[in-house]
């Protein structure tokens, strides 16, 4: 086999793996991280709700989306930066991480300011010039999987960020297209164990996206946990049919409760660790 | 929703779903099931060293080919009938059910003479006069799902089976076609909760041709699990090297025993059972 | 570029191409072939007044099925034999040839007694036994490409057929499974051009069946002319809306009429030919 | 059928179909449009050189790029704004307009200052913060078709440009991702007529990318205009060996004129004109 086009991503520039660590958090490493949150965030007292419910899960990672790249011109676009700190506020205060979608350039400085974690979505795994521009932030970075990327190119987007300096990388298989109808994507759970053999950077999954509907998430998670993932993003709402995006796919607080659960038993059945109830939370 | 197509396969015809009883097997039930065995049948001593490999490991069921659908004229086609008896003996030797594939009408009698368990392949999961005729045998039906089949199809094929009279029909994920060029197919774990949802039907997965490469099926095998699957039917060989048909993707002897005790806690892990070493054999 | 797997189909194995001549048609020639009919034959009357269309609009070839290979076991499964000797009497009056799906083995003598070319479906594709029985036919074979086969797939499966001594085969896009849901497949007009040059086998185009819908039949089957097609497959109906199977994509017959005058102009543009009124007919 | 989420971008908004006509060219009209150049502007005596010979050829916009979206981030990546000036100048010379990608907020000042259309490529497709600041740019905009979007998602991007106040829109399919390893990408023909249909924006197809080599772009351009295309763009070099990107795909010098009579001829069959030599080209 030839050698990769990619060099700093490749498994052969760190062989033993990457881990990524913020505070407590380690990603990356033996225990399996959730990260959970809700599609967007839509005020400050439902920020806060759920930030407890993913503490109280053993998530450690807040998600929450303040800008939100919509399919459709006339839908909910995000509450920007009054969004911003409310999800800071609410990790703070729970002892979590903060991850929040940046779009474009001209949001970076002001998404690094409150987040831990800058994510990049999968409609822009190839904007390039903001790939470039998050390599020179001092923030990792939790890069989507376009829709339809290969793994090559997948690694070639987190070339553009680390060829810029930026070596905290964290990838996320999210579902890609195909023929198949019975979920909006289809899961690529293979994508794990091949990203674990090509790269050392940690691979997550979200497994809310693509699954559409909250009842089929439970399995998915820990399907990827199963193959080997690094850890899951999820999605997660106390009244998703009040939720201004994506509801359906939100995991309702008991679905949450189960999660944790079955993924620290699953996380232990391949040789992993995850715990529920961590070590009373301190200030990082 | 409207009513699916499909009447006997759906989760309504039979809500507390199927189990398929065969001697001491029990498919679709609380414990999950091991298939096991070459791609092709290549000689008598082979599928006897290989059904003892599979039994110490707990599986249940001997899986080999003496009828093979080739992509090419020119490929092995089989060891046809001979290889039948070699698989029986092997089986039964070993406290074994046994599966094979049957391609054709012609071939059906032929075939459930020999095998407890009757493969329709994914190549001919539309081939509608040898589901009608499979329908109409005495014997269990594994029906693979088609490389682009939706889940209607699917199911709509099973209903093909059913509609004839034989409602011992299992179902079988193998992978669909994507444009994801880093493994041979795309196991669509989705499909297994998806599947039980629907269909009252047992669930099986089959890891390895999607992979192709015997490395990544353990993670596969174990997500399929962790999904919600009552089974899997794995390839696996003494010495791959020699194989006739598929030898990079047949596990390794210590490859299906590690896969044999990591399916043992998943299964737990998801409350399920897997037992590696059965009570001693009695024949059934 | 290494030798392909399949040898009979090659181009190589033909390099000046094939022309298969039946009576006064030539498939394969500078001139395009138009065949066309009812997807199912309901009756005697209806099939006769399709091929007085057919013949008018410069089609030489009638189609129609006998035996249909439904999703759904409760679909209406076609008229059988009756069927066939109607499609024969109505193609004699006219002056046409006669082209139907066989299914099975079992059908194949009788298939092959009433029609002058044996379709064997996309679903069938990789039917080995199937395709090695139309191999010792002696009739030629209009081979359709599965719905996700490669081309090296749909070229091994000719030569399948070849290998038994059947050299008269014939190829036919249908169009594949992809993500896109504006068409029910996704016509893949570059199998052309890329089947023109690794075979010498002619190549059709089927434009009815991907589009689903009769208003975007003509666009596509002009593009296929143009692309480099050697004739399309279509289907037309004088009442669409009575039609038992597949009524939405049926042409009318001012559209196929429509059909008959543009192609006309397109093979010209693209140095064919197309003869709306062929010389007189008289018996072949 | 209900309303789609587009309302800007759909056929019910403008029935008749949008003209956008930029100084003697008209793109949507009667007469279809060839869009020429390199892929990347190499240099000021090269890019002159193809100018003269796409205007030759009937062409009537210049392509060429001067800051390139490469999947790696050690390929060249275009010669910024000198490559823009030359292809202005080249352009001025030869009687074109010029067309060439844009890909980021920041230098979309820049591009306009030298283009006469905007393009957004594939991967930018939704790009929502670009897509919205190329709707306040008072330059019609060339928005190609995401690797696997649907048309409601292609026509929701038009619908963000076109909200924010630009309704010159061109749209352009290039072909997406499917399973097909014939072709890079399978150019979705069947995308013309059903965007026909839904919106009144013009729409063009570069057969260039998808087929990736020379030799099958021929065919899938007279394919494109067949089915209903209102133009053209492709890739042509005078000496493609020594191109510094997509050297395989680009046409010769001989084969654009070919290309160029064959488009004049397939236009014809559809109704359509294309003139290869222009009336004496003034300024504008």
Redesign the interface.
């Known amino acids: 086999m030839s050698a990769p ?2 060099k700093l991503a490749s498994r052969a520039f760190c062989p033993h793996g990457t881990v990524i660590q913020l505070g407590r958090v380690r990603i990356g490493g033996d225990e399996v991280v959730l990260m959970a949150g809700p599609c967007s965030i839509e005020g400050e007292a439902m920020i806060h709700q759920i930030a407890a419910m993913v503490a109280e899960q053993g998530g450690t990672v807040l998600r929450g989306g303040a800008f939100k ?6 839908s909910f676009q995000g509450l920007g930066e009054r969004g911003l700190k409310y999800l800071r506020d609410a990790a703070d205060e729970h002892g979590l991480l903060a991850v929040t979608e940046v ?4 949001q970076l400085e002001l998404v690094a300011k409150y987040a831990d974690i800058l994510q990049i979505g999968a ?2 795994m ?5 790939l ?1 521009e998050a390599g020179r932030a001092d923030v990792p970075v939790l890069l989507k999987r376009g ?2 990327a ?4 997948f690694l ?1 987007a987190a ?2 960020i680390m ?1 810029e300096g930026n070596r905290r990388v964290m990838l996320c298989e999210r579902g ?8 909006r994507f ?9 990203l674990k ?1 090509r790269t050392h950077l940690p691979v997550l999954v979200d497994p809310s996206h ?2 559409g509907v909250r ?2 998430v439970l ?2 998670a ?7 993932a690094d850890g899951l993003i999820v999605e997660t709402h106390p009244k998703p049919e009040q939720a201004l995006s994506d509801g359906p796919q939100a995991l309702l607080p008991q679905q949450l409760a189960q999660l944790s659960e ?1 993924l620290e ?2 996380a ?3 040789g992993r660790t995850f715990t529920k109830s961590p070590v009373e939370v301190t200030s990082p």
């Open positions: 086009p990619y790249p919509r399919t459709s011109p006339y779009m474009e350039i001209g409609r822009n190839q904007n390039y010039p903001l470039r829709l339809c290969t793994i090559e190119e070639l070339e553009y060829a890609i297209r195909t023929f198949a109808d019975h979920s289809t899961l690529d759970i293979a994508a794990i164990p091949v053999e693509c699954m009842d089929k399995p998915m820990l399907a990827a946990i199963a193959a080997g079955r038993q699953v232990v059945a391949v």
